[in-house]
C-alpha cells in the first residue's frame, strides 16, 4: 500500500507540473498576441486552423482531479502528507471554480465580442490585459498548490502509519 501511495504522489504532482507548463506556455506564447490585438486576431483560435487548446485543458483536468482526491483519500492518514496536498487540492478547486465562473466565459466572450464586433478595439484590449494579470494570479496559486506537491513528496511517512 506504501507503494501505492507514493505512486499516486509522484503522478499527481507531474500532472501538476505539466498543468503548470500549460499555463506558463499560454500566458508567454498563446494570450499576449491573441488578446493584444482583438479582433484581428480572434483568427489564432477561430477558423480551420486555429489553436484549439482546449483538447490539451480537457484532457488533463479530469485526470488531474481523479488523481488528486485518489492521493488526498489515499494518504489521508499521513497527517505530514496530509497538510501539504490538503491546501494544494483546495487551491485547485477553487482555480477550477474561478475558471469555470470567470475565466472561459471571458475567453468565449472575447471570441463572440471580437467577431460581432460589438466592443471596441480599446475595451477588448483593456479587458485582455486584465484577464491576463487575473490569471497569473490564478496561475501563481496553483504554482504554489505544485510546490507544496513537490515538499511532500519529499515527507516519508512513519512506519506506524498506513
Known sequence: MQQAKQISLFITTFLWGVMIGG???????YFPPYLSHLP??????????GVQDKYFWETLHPLLILSTVVTLIINWKNQPLRKFILPAASIYLSAIIATALFFVPQLIAFASNADSGEASVASLYEQGQLWQRLSWIRGGFLSLGFVMLMIS????????EN
Not at 23 to 29: E, L, M
Not at 153 to 160: D, M, V, W
Open 23 to 29: 499555463i506558463v506556455y499560454s500566458h508567454i506564447v
Open 153 to 160: 513528496l519529499s515527507k516519508t511517512e512513519s512506519k506506524n
Open 40 to 49: 484581428e486576431s480572434n483568427s489564432l483560435i477561430t477558423g480551420e486552423y
